[in-house]
Nanobody
């Protein structure tokens, strides 16, 4: 199982930017697709973005398209989520997930490998 640890969250004003990191340990994660999810207060965990193991194919939730960018560095066993033009609706705990399944449309179905999450707070 891949062990994941998110970092980079914090407090930012609306319109600002944050860069989240997801560091993997345990089994090499270079062969795993991975994704970012978030959970706002009183909300279900929701999909944000996914990237294939090569770092080529990406998929984004409509709510973050053109504002967020998912990337990975397999040599560093690290994935990233660059978040720009942040809005109060983006606030929540952000989690990364590795080893999920992707269907023919690129949709990502998470595995049981989750990090502990990192809090993102956006002030208006």
């Amino acid at each position: 199982q891949v062990l994941l640890a998110e970092s980079g969250g914090g407090l930012v004003q609306a319109g600002g930017s944050l860069r989240l990191s997801c560091a993997a340990s345990g089994r090499p994660f270079g062969s795993h697709d991975l994704a970012w999810y978030r959970q706002g207060p009183g909300s279900e965990r929701e999909f944000v973005a996914a990237i294939d193991w090569k770092g080529v194919k990406t998929l984004y939730a409509d709510s973050v398209k053109a504002r967020f960018n998912i990337s990975r560095d397999n040599a560093r066993n690290t994935a990233y989520l660059q978040m720009n033009s942040l809005k109060p609706d983006d606030m929540g705990v952000y989690y990364c997930n590795a080893g999920g399944r992707r269907d023919e449309h690129g949709n990502y179905y998470p595995s049981d490998s989750w990090g502990q999450g990192t809090q993102v707070t956006v002030s208006s």
